[in-house]
């Protein structure tokens, strides 16, 4: 398994309270994503890094920002949780643009 | 936009092959990639093809490519009940290595 690990892997927060989930990986990858799983909509992109300090946005980037201060890790963060962002995240690396991306375990969150 | 639809389920009795289908939208995707899920866990990368081949086998998998039609599909061949999860296709976007993903077909095999 590619080393990614995801932390936490569940937390329950309330609705206002900012949250920070870690992505940590020992590939030394250059490429890392944050998706989002919800019923009936697969995985979306809510951003990614192609390097360090550079980051772009995905398809449902409101409400998220990220950051990538080294290689191995990469943080993504809800500045005030909302319920509408209760969902199972996952992170994902890749070695370049045209390589296979690989999943992390997942963080699941609930805000109420 | 871009898209990538599958049916939701898909139901085979142990032993059986199965065959996941997938369409897409983007005709420029280089690279189309087959996942599976099981509960609880991550995405596991199983298969995927280039965009200029129209098969690839591995072992008890096959992925067939239909350019023409955007048409993407799974085989299976001798189902396990160790096979039961939720299979997601994907297209890669041409910026940044993006994926789009359908919404998953959960296969069931029963004994």
């Known amino acids: 398994d590619a080393g990614i690990t995801q932390s936490p892997r569940h937390k329950v927060t309330e609705t206002g309270t900012p949250v920070t989930l870690r992505c940590h990986q020992t590939?030394?990858?250059?490429?890392m994503y944050w998706y989002r799983q919800d019923p009936g909509h697969g995985l979306r992109l809510i951003h990614y890094?192609?390097?360090?300090?550079?980051?772009d946005k995905g398809e449902v980037s409101d409400g998220y920002s990220v950051s990538r201060s080294k290689t191995e890790d990469f943080l993504l963060t809800l500045e005030s949780a909302t319920s509408s962002q209760t969902s199972v995240y996952f992170c994902a690396i890749s070695e370049s643009s045209n390589q296979p991306q690989h999943f992390g375990d997942g963080t699941r969150l609930s805000i109420l | 936009g871009e898209d990538v639809e599958q049916s939701l389920f898909l139901s085979v009795r142990e032993g059986d092959s199965s065959v996941i289908n997938c369409t897409y939208t983007?005709?420029?995707?280089?690279?189309l990639y087959w996942y599976k899920q099981e509960p609880g866990a991550g995405l596991q990368l199983l298969t995927y093809i280039f965009s200029n081949m129209d098969m690839k086998q591995d072992q008890r998998l096959t992925v067939l490519l239909n350019k023409k039609d955007k048409h993407l599909s799974l085989r299976i061949a001798d189902t396990q009940t160790g096979d039961s999860a939720i299979y997601f296709c994907?297209?890669?976007?041409?910026?940044?290595?993006?994926?789009?993903f359908g919404q998953g077909t959960e296969l069931s095999v029963k004994p």
């Open positions: 890094s192609y390097g360090v300090k550079d980051t």
């Open positions: 983007d005709s420029s995707s280089t690279y």
């Open positions: 590939e030394n990858h250059r490429y």
């Open positions: 994907a297209e890669k976007d041409n910026q940044g290595g993006k994926l789009i």
